[in-house]
């Protein structure tokens, strides 16, 4: 059973430098999402790819954050010149397009997340 | 814009027991799905359960269930015969199938702890 896979599953930096994410989802999964999770609150939604296409952008994706899906299967998740304030567990998460825009059949399943600590 | 509010932020069981974690939201979209994951200390997100806004059922997927009750918007979810294996945070989520695209809104969570 292939769920969705996060590398890697902990990252330690220091403030400054750049980090690269990457999120494998479910092969037949064609949406593909990106959160945020900083601890103590739920997941805060932050852009969601439809194949190779962003769709959507959350205003918390500040011009340091690119996400890419280049080829609509994995995909990247990107922070230049970190800050602290950027330590959270990021978290992927994938579904099917349901052709009848059923809510049901659009099941976000998650993969267990990269903890970001920034020093 | 879409809200969910969690007032628990935590809830003590004893085993066997059935626990309800509470959920309300707030929509102006007309057809909307409600979520509810299960997220370990591992840090993984599972799906538990889902209850559409125009189901006519509550939904049920083994020992989980859902206490959907429209008029007042509280979609609270029940474990029966809580085990030890429960404990975790409880996070309840929504999307709109109009507003708000893809995106789930989540709540705070309520972490439950199983007691032996």
């Known amino acids: 059973d292939t769920g969705v896979s996060q590398d890697p599953r902990h990252k330690i930096t220091k403030r400054g430098q750049n980090v690269t994410f990457r999120c494998d989802p479910i092969?037949?999964?064609?949406?593909l999402y990106w959160y945020r999770q900083t601890l103590g609150q739920g997941p805060e939604f932050l852009t969601y790819?439809?194949?190779?296409?962003?769709?959507?952008k959350s205003r918390l994706l500040s011009d340091r954050f690119s996400a890419e899906r280049p080829k609509g299967s994995f995909s990247t998740l990107e922070i230049q010149r970190t800050e602290q304030g950027d330590s959270a567990m990021y978290l992927c998460a994938s579904s099917l397009r349901s052709l009848g825009g059923s809510i049901r059949g659009e099941t976000q399943y998650f993969g267990p997340g990269t903890r970001l600590l920034v020093l | 814009a879409q809200k969910i509010t969690q007032t628990q932020p935590g809830m003590f069981v004893q085993e066997k027991e059935a626990v309800t974690l509470d959920c309300t939201y707030d929509?102006?979209?007309?057809?909307?799905?409600l979520f509810w994951y299960k997220q370990p200390s591992s840090g993984e997100m599972i799906f538990l359960i889902y209850q559409g806004s125009y189901d006519q059922q509550n939904a049920t997927e083994g020992r989980y269930s859902l206490n959907f009750q429209k008029a007042r918007k509280s979609a609270n979810l029940v474990i029966s015969a809580s085990q030890l294996g429960d404990s975790a945070m409880y996070f309840c989520a929504m999307r709109g199938l109009i507003q708000g695209a893809q995106k789930l809104v989540f709540g705070q969570g309520t972490r439950l702890t199983i007691n032996p």
């Open positions: 092969s037949e999964h064609n949406r």
């Open positions: 929509t102006s979209d007309p057809s909307y799905g």
């Open positions: 790819f439809q194949n190779e296409a962003q769709l959507e």
